[in-house]
């Protein structure tokens, strides 16, 4: 499953300084096999989300319908979420 952080937190990420490359982004992994491996309990992020808030993070289809269900709810609020 694959989840992308707000652009607003990937772009300015401590140690991100090769803004024309995301795969040196430290928020990035090469371990994963992923192009750009975050790893959080469930997800590993690929890239970052222009249209999130600071703190939200987008996940594929596949992923809201395993956690969720019903991809007719949409956005979900009081999510909490950490990088591990």
Known sequence: MTA???HL???QWPGYTNKGNPNTNPLCGP???SPCGLHQSRFS???D???CHLHDID???TAFNALI???DI???HNVSWSFE
């Open 59 to 61: 996940i594929t289809p």
């Open 4 to 6: 992308a952080v707000s």
């Open 9 to 11: 937190m990937y772009d």
């Open 49 to 51: 989300c222009e249209g």
């Open 45 to 47: 992020s690929s890239i």
């Open 74 to 76: 949409g956005r979900v």
């Open 31 to 33: 371990s994963t096999g």
């Open 69 to 71: 269900g019903d991809m």
